[in-house]
Structures are given as C-alpha cells and as structure tokens.
C-alpha cells in the first residue's frame, strides 16, 4: 500500500517557452535587431506584405524567417532581393515556437542593426498563443476574409500591436461591413493602429512602414 | 498535431514536480484549461497516455478543470460569458473587453506515490 500525496504545482505550460522567447528577444535587442512576429491566414499577404514593407524601409537592414509547413517558395523570392533570409519548415505544426526560432536566430548572421520580420506559419489560431521572442505582433487580415474575424479569433486580434488590413483594393467588389469588423476588433484591442493596405496600388505601406521605423527607433 | 508538444510539457512538468518529491509514481495530474487557452483537454488526453509511456506519469488520470472566459465591460463593470458574434454586455449594450479569466493553462496539482 502506498501513500498518496498532493503536490501543489500551479506552473503555466507555457513557461519554457516563455522562458526560451525572453532569451531569444534580449538576443536580438542586444545585437540591435527589432524583431516582427508576422501572423496570418493562409494567402492574406504576408509575404507580399514583408517585401513591400522591406521596400519602403530603405536604410534599414532587413532580416526575414520564413516559417512554412512545407516549401521553400517565399524564402526563395526574398532571397532574389538580396534579403538575408532563414527558412523554418515545421512539416506539420501549425505555429513558431520559440525554440524554432531560438535555433533560426542562432544560425542567422546579423552583421548590422535592421529589423527582422518572422512569417509565422498562416493560421489565424494557434501562432496567436505561442511568444517567439517578437518585440512587436503585426497581424495581417484582408478585407476578402469577411468582417467576423475578430469575433471568430478574438486572441490573434487582441495580441496585435500594428493590424493591417489588406486587399482594400477588392473592397468595392465585395461586402465587407468595416464597422462590424472594427466594432470587434475595438473590444479587444483599444490601441494597435489599423493601417489599410493594397499590396496591389502600395496603399498603406508608407504608414505602416514609419509605425515600423518608428518603434524599432529607427 | 498542435497539443503533441504541449502534453510533452506537461508530462515533463509533471515529472520534474514528482522526481523533487521522491515519487516513484505520478497518480494523477489537474490541470485548468480556459476555454480561450486555444487547448482542447480533450486533444491532450489523446496524446497523454501514448507520451506517458515510460515516465513517471505512465498510467496517471489526468483530470481537466475547464474555465469559461469573462469579459468584463468596461461601461457598467458587470462580467459576463459572450454570445457568438458579439462581445455586447447583456446589461448594458457596451462592448466587453477580454479579462485573464478564460486564458489559463496550467498544471494546478499532481498527486504521487
């Protein structure tokens, strides 16, 4: 016969990789690195997004991990453009996790100070619950993917500092209730600014990218 | 495939809290799992046993404690469980804001021999 005994835990599941994100975000704050944890749906622009902001941020070193399920097309484009880029396949999972990024980080050369976008995997779930070492949360939507979404994903809304809303080139083409969409979106987030975008016209880009240069001091 | 690597950490913590303690059996493990955690307990439970195999935990009942999330609003203070497709507090018709209460996720407690 055993004794049984009740051992009192009250530790939070996630506190290794939280422990693993605030290492690898002194990192990069050491070496001058400001770095974006970039979230999306599959196909809302994240990459289209990353190159556009990469353009309009001239004199600031880019960096970008590209995070994919499988394949290497968006690090393969970036790197055309002369973009120090490191590729993250996950094969399966559905988010970064901090010690993905940990290790990317570590195999990454950052010879100057710039900013370093991290594409999380697309997926509106889960890469809202896990930090990977990011100063700043920029999530993308689109006007194509209907006003309900922060009613539908209220974390990856609510975690945001800078929301951009791209596609706005389609709105007239479609029903997209911006009041709706915003009423949410304001619920749960009083302060991330919403900057609509076009990576089609470069609407928006301007903006976004001065709120970038803005808070990585630059 | 997303709670494969968490139920990993639970098992690991679980471990760890039975090893400090002398055990040679982890009996049971509580956890509390807000509904706004983005993690299914029952998602956990499938992988659970499969991951125990081996470690201290093998054969341990895990017990999921679920939590409701709140919002509270921040017109008239009441908290309340939303509706879907509104964050409208029921008293008041402001729009509720999100409160820790629904984020949890942790291992409140083991049990060990």
């Given at each position: 016969m055993h004794d049984i005994r009740k051992i009192n835990v009250m530790e939070n599941i996630h506190d290794e990789n939280d422990h693993i994100a605030s290492h690898v975000r002194e990192d990069l704050t050491e070496k001058g690195i400001f770095a974006i944890n970039v979230m999306g749906a599959p196909g809302i622009g994240k990459t289209s997004a990353i190159k556009g902001l990469i353009e309009k941020l001239r004199g600031i070193t880019p960096y970008v991990i590209e995070g994919d399920i499988e394949s290497d097309i968006d690090a393969r484009a970036l790197r055309a453009l002369g973009v120090k880029t490191f590729q993250i396949n996950t094969f399966g999972a559905c988010h970064l996790d901090a010690p993905l990024v940990h290790n990317a980080v570590g195999n990454m050369e950052f010879d100057e100070k710039g900013v370093l976008f991290?594409?999380?995997?697309?997926?509106?779930?889960?890469?809202?619950?896990?930090?990977?070492?990011?100063h700043a949360l920029m999530l993308i939507c689109s006007v194509t993917e209907g006003s309900d979404k922060p009613y539908k994903y209220p974390l990856a809304f609510e975690k945001a500092d800078l929301i951009l809303l791209n596609k706005v080139d389609l709105a007239p083409h479609l029903d997209f209730d911006e009041a709706f969409f915003m009423k949410g979106l304001r619920a749960l987030n009083k302060d991330a600014p919403v900057i609509k975008l076009s990576a089609k016209t470069g609407e928006g880009f301007d903006e976004a990218a001065a709120w970038i240069a803005a808070r990585a001091g630059r | 495939m997303h709670e494969y690597s968490i139920t990993e950490s639970i098992i690991k913590i679980a471990e760890k809290h039975g090893r400090e303690a002398g055990a040679s059996r982890v009996e049971s493990i509580t956890l509390i799992v807000g509904d706004r955690s983005g993690f299914i307990g029952d998602s956990i439970r499938m992988y659970f046993d499969l991951i125990a195999e081996g470690t201290l935990c093998e054969g341990a009942e895990l017990i999921i404690r679920p939590v409701r999330s709140l919002l509270r609003c921040p017109a008239c203070g009441d908290t309340f469980h939303r509706r879907p497709l509104s964050f409208v507090c029921p008293v008041c018709g402001a729009d509720g804001a999100p409160t820790e209460t629904g984020k949890e996720f942790h291992i409140e407690s083991i049990t060990v021999s």
């Open positions: 991290i594409e999380n995997i697309g997926n509106l779930v889960c890469p809202a619950e896990f930090s990977i070492g990011e | -």
